[in-house]
């Protein structure tokens, strides 16, 4: 959809393209979707655009607490035509270039998704024992930080405290986990106040002039689990405001996880942009724009 812009492309991500403008980066979020590490062949129409949106609130909501790498969503200045202005409205944010920390940094409040898959398995996540008993979906104790590998390619890969301490060092891995464990917190009560659960999300930094800043996406339905707090019931899976569903669609399809991605159905693709526009809603505030 924006391949022709006339800029230097950066890299070109799952669902994200960054482009070169010198001292800054610009990151556009399209319409694809990704699941199990597939971006599938159907794109979901406006997503892009509302997970800019969302984004934006959240890096707004948090400034005070983390800095991050958001400077402008404002497609003015760029040095681009009028029409690729229009292309790029809603779904662009120019961004301080900063050095990648290689880890999703991973936070969870209950147990679901892999978490829970390890869980059954282990009875731990990610090296962190849990207590025996708990049930798919149920409330931890306390939110616990679960890094995983960042994969260029392929799949992300859930691994230990240890290991992220032992590849970027001890004191910038215990910042970044405290300040993903207080920002969850922040968040989590927040949206809570909204009449949603925040799940489980996770949070991506990046190194500028020295110290780590909050970068990518944050806290979107497509980085976290959003779960409608008055239909919450631990012991099965959750409704939810974020991909789960396509993701619980291609289960139910009977697809083996293996090239080709099946295409989504119009019914499929119309309800994942309902409920990213209605979560957008209820934790904003504000209608799709």
């Known amino acids: 959809m924006i391949n022709d812009l006339e800029l230097k492309l950066f890299k070109k991500g799952k669902v994200r393209d960054v482009y070169d403008l010198g001292q800054q980066l610009l990151m556009v979020a399209t319409d694809r979707i990704s699941c199990f590490d597939f971006v599938l062949p159907t794109l979901i129409p406006d997503k892009g655009k509302i997970l800019t949106q969302v984004s934006s609130f959240w890096f707004s909501y948090l400034k005070d607490t983390v800095e991050n790498h958001l400077i402008s969503t404002s497609v003015e200045d760029l040095p681009i035509s009028d029409p690729d202005k229009e292309k790029l409205k809603g779904r662009a944010m120019i961004t301080k270039k900063c050095e990648v920390i290689p880890f999703e940094c991973v936070v969870r409040g209950y147990l679901s998704g892999s978490g829970w898959k390890e869980y059954k398995a282990k009875q731990s996540v990610c090296g962190i024992e849990l207590p025996v008993g708990l049930k798919e979906s149920s ?66 930094f990046g190194m500028y002039n020295d110290k780590f800043i909050l970068i990518d996406e944050v806290l979107t339905p497509d980085s976290s689990r959003f779960w409608p707090k008055d239909d919450y019931e631990p012991g099965r899976s959750q409704a939810s405001f974020d991909k789960q569903f396509v993701r619980d669609y291609l289960d139910a399809s009977g697809w083996d996880k293996v090239p080709p991605v099946p295409v989504l159905p119009d019914a499929v693709v119309a309800k994942t942009q309902e409920k990213y526009k209605q979560v957008l809603k209820i934790l904003t505030g504000e209608d799709f724009l």
């Open 139 to 204: 409330k931890l104790s306390e939110p616990i930080f679960t890094p995983a590998t960042k994969a260029e390619e392929g799949h992300d890969e859930n691994v230990s405290f240890d290991y992220m301490k032992n590849s970027i060092g001890e004191k910038l891995a215990n910042e970044i986990r405290d300040i993903s464990i207080v920002i969850y917190n922040k968040a989590a009560d927040y949206a809570a106040r909204k009449g949603v659960i925040i799940a489980d999300t996770k949070f991506e």
